[in-house]
T-cell receptor, first 113, second 110 residues
Framework: EPEVTQTPSHQVTQMGQEVILRCVPI?????FYWYRQILGQKVEFLVS????????KSEIFDDQFSVERPDGSNFTLKIRSTKLEDSAMYFC???????????FGQGTRLTVV | SQQGEEDPQALSIQEGENATMNCSYK?????LQWYRQNSGRGLVHLIL?????REKHSGRLRVTLDTSKKSSSLLITASRAADTASYFC??????????FGDGTTLTVKP
């Protein structure tokens, strides 16, 4: 069964450093999403991406964040100048039909120290 | 209040019993989904129910949707220890994103 894969599974970074979280969506999907989940809290929407541009973003997704689809297969989330409060599980998702039928990856656990 | 609130927050039952979790939401939706998350792991999509549907089944799962009350329920029948996980509802509106609830933590004791 096709799946969304995310790398790395766990990333530890120093405060102030930049991190890039990587995702390989399902190959024929057109809609891409990033969500995050702070430990013990709900899953929060960050950004959606369609047709090579951001289609929707939340208040969380400020100038510290950016997304990119550098080639035909990868979808990345860059976090600049990381803060302690950026520590969370980051989920990538993709869909062929919008957010309702999105497939989620296993997540990248980001720990900022 | 937030879109997508589950209750109870935590539920503990014995293996073989049924587990019912509820979700309420505030705005009109296109679809509602239920997800499962094992501790520290990714989200697994369980079932999607569209706004024009009232009930849907998948194996031991039964989901209902009452758009007049803006609520949904997830029933897991004949629970197993392996069903121990957190369960989230997520609503999809025209905003192009899914909005998740706080989740219900289910513990099934063997």
């Amino acid at each position: 069964e096709p799946e969304v894969t995310q790398t790395p599974s766990h990333q530890v970074t120093q405060m102030g450093q930049e991190v890039i979280l990587r995702c390989v969506p399902i190959s024929n999907h057109l809609y891409f999403y990033w969500y995050r989940q702070i430990l013990g809290q709900k899953v929060e929407f960050l950004v959606s991406f369609y047709n090579n541009e951001i289609s929707e973003k939340s208040e969380i997704f400020d100038d510290q964040f950016s997304v990119e689809r550098p080639d035909g297969s990868n979808f990345t989330l860059k976090i600049r100048s990381t803060k302690l409060e950026d520590s969370a599980m980051y989920f990538c998702a993709s869909s062929s039909r919008g957010p309702s039928e999105a497939f989620f990856g296993q997540g990248t656990r980001l720990t900022v120290v | 209040s937030q879109q997508g609130e589950e209750d109870p927050q935590a539920l503990s039952i014995q293996e073989g019993e049924n587990a019912t979790m509820n979700c309420s939401y505030k705005t009109s939706i296109n679809n509602l989904q239920w997800y499962r998350q094992n501790s520290g792991r990714g989200l697994v999509h369980l079932i999607l129910i569209r706004s024009n549907e009232r009930e849907k089944h998948s194996g031991r799962l039964r989901v209902t949707l009452d758009t007049s009350k803006k609520s949904s329920s997830l029933l897991i029948t004949a629970s197993r220890a392996a069903d121990t996980a957190s369960y989230f509802c997520a609503t999809d509106t025209n905003a192009g994103k899914s909005t998740f609830g706080d989740g219900t933590t289910l513990t099934v004791k063997p």
